[in-house]
């Protein structure tokens, strides 16, 4: 699991997935739940959310609505769907739970935001932890400034994105797997497979020329994007493919001076981790 991921509130572990482009954690729900009961066995908290759930869902509480279901790592290693959701609704689920330990939480939880609102604020800070965070992880310099430098290029189109009625995370995620697709010839998802990736983040795997290549498809669909002044889905998914095939040009010119591949199914995870491997591309 992502070392991001996990976060310890006392003695519990609790699963948490950050989302990239609303920016937003998302936390297992029968974590918290484990803590407010203060109940260490697994299937006796998720027991108690299921039935918090249905009575919610019968006096028309928004809050269960509000919930969302990501895959996590349980206890077995496997990965199953799970009840999850953002720090807001958790904090008004909190309140159905009758514990001694629903004002730490709460407290707990208003920490992330907190944390959240500082980085907001001075973006330096984030900044300095993530660059932290790869260095203790084995990233070379290089790599770290690539890595930075892509994410800047990732603010700068999701940004206009926000501002051309792009508003939902199921609208990001198609426009950036147009993108990604055009520019690769593989979807984001098939990507994360050859890496052999599961909750981890794409871009925290790719070599060097991925996350250049990556960049430069965004960058190509933002100016793109703007001189078009494309808005909405339909005009926005244009401008995607247009700005993917830019760097699909240029990956395919590079592939044929050097013949290596950009994309591979390199990683950063530990060695002795699988790696899917594609079939070969079909020639465009």
Avoid at 81 to 96: G, H, K, P
Wanted: aromatic share 8%; with cysteine.
């Amino acid at each position: 699991m992502n070392e991001n991921s996990l976060a310890v509130f006392e003695d519990y572990k609790i699963r948490r997935v950050y989302d990239e482009i609303s920016e937003t954690w998302y936390f297992s729900v029968v974590d918290i739940i484990q803590v407010l009961i203060q109940q260490p066995d697994y299937q006796t908290a998720r027991k108690y959310w299921n039935k918090l759930k249905e009575r919610l869902k019968k006096d028309g509480s928004q809050s269960v609505t509000n919930c969302h279901q990501l895959k996590m790592e349980a206890a077995d290693g496997k990965q199953y769907l799970t009840d999850v959701a953002n720090t807001e609704t958790l904090l008004r689920l909190i309140q159905s739970v009758p514990s001694p330990r629903a004002e730490p939480i709460k407290l707990w939880l208003a920490k992330v935001g907190y944390e959240r609102m500082q980085d907001m604020a001075d973006p330096a800070r984030s900044l300095d932890r993530a660059r932290e965070y790869w260095q203790q992880h084995g990233r070379s310099e290089k790599w770290i400034q690539q890595r930075m430098m892509g994410q800047e290029t990732r603010n700068k189109l999701t940004d206009y994105w926000k501002d051309h009625e792009i508003k939902k995370e199921e609208e990001y995620a198609i426009l950036t797997n147009i993108i990604h697709q055009e520019w690769a010839d593989v979807s984001v998802k098939k990507h994360k497979e050859m890496k052999g990736l599961k909750t981890q983040n794409l871009r925290d795997h790719m070599s060097e020329a991925e996350l250049i290549f990556t960049a430069l498809a965004e960058l190509s669909t933002r100016q793109i994007a703007e001189t078009m002044e494309a808005v909405g889905m339909d005009e926005n998914k244009v401008a995607g493919k247009k700005g993917g095939g830019i760097a699909k040009k240029a990956r395919h010119e590079l592939e044929a001076n050097t013949g290596k591949k950009v994309i591979t199914g390199e990683s950063f995870l530990p060695a002795g981790s699988k790696k899917v491997l594609l079939p070969p591309r079909k020639k465009s």
